[in-house]
T-cell receptor, first 113, second 115 residues
């Protein structure tokens, strides 16, 4: 199993540009999520999904969209990038609700100029 | 929602000594408390977790304790080694019994092992 795969690993954007961070998992996990990691701020939940067709907002959802058309994929879209969205983004998945190990992807470092 | 506080933000210990990292949580419904280790430039990885029906759990040099009444839990690392240097995150689950699944993380502790 590849686990959780994120692409791209690095991206530089200009303010106002849009992009999609891809996330795929091959562990048949119901739950998938996106976190952003900023220095001194820990990991903050952006959006999550508990199954195909179901998504919901986390702690810091503004400026981001998600969709879950399949169990495997959970892309994160930045519609109009802002410098405040410069961060490291992690996709994570797990087997069931509320308990169980959360498996992280390798992360995507995004810089918005 | 759940709020997780973690202390200290930086901890420096001599190799071979013990390290303790403490976290508090706010939601009494939380029942799952994992700890993640993140090495520089890498992804967070689970090192140990504890559920609310247990007060303590050990795995070799690592142990976690949970006090449900006080809503705090701690990570203990004994006989620290250079490879223990990393950032450690505590977390608590949220939305227990409801629709808001996920983990709320503390802000992290940078553990430095001095030779």
């Amino acid at each position: 199993n590849a686990g959780v795969t994120q692409t791209p690993k690095f991206q530089v954007l200009k303010t106002g540009q849009s992009m999609t961070l891809q996330c795929a998992q091959d562990m048949n996990h119901e739950y998938m999520s996106w976190y952003r990691q900023d220095p001194g701020m820990g990991l903050r939940l952006i959006h999550y999904s508990v199954g195909a067709g179901i998504t919901d907002q986390g702690e810091v959802p503004n400026g981001y969209n998600v969709s879950r058309s399949t169990t495997e994929d959970f892309p994160l879209r930045l519609l109009s990038a802002a410098p405040s969205q410069t961060s490291v983004y992690f996709c994570a998945s797990k087997m069931r609700r509320n308990t169980g190990e959360l498996f992280f992807g390798e992360g995507s470092r995004l810089t918005v100029l | 929602g759940e709020n997780v506080e973690q202390h200290p933000s930086t901890l420096s210990v001599q190799e071979g000594d013990s390290a303790v990292i403490k976290c508090t949580y706010s939601d009494s419904a939380s029942n799952y408390f994992p700890w993640y280790k993140q090495e520089l430039g890498k992804r967070p990885q689970l090192i140990i977790d504890i559920r609310s029906n247990v007060g303590e759990k050990k795995d070799q040099r690592i142990a976690v304790t949970l006090n449900k009444t006080a809503k705090h839990f701690s990570l203990h690392i004994t006989e620290t080694q250079p490879e223990d240097s990393a950032v450690y995150f505590c977390a608590a689950n949220v939305g227990v019994g409801g629709g808001a699944d996920g983990l709320t993380f503390g802000k992290g502790t940078h553990l430095i092992i001095q030779p």
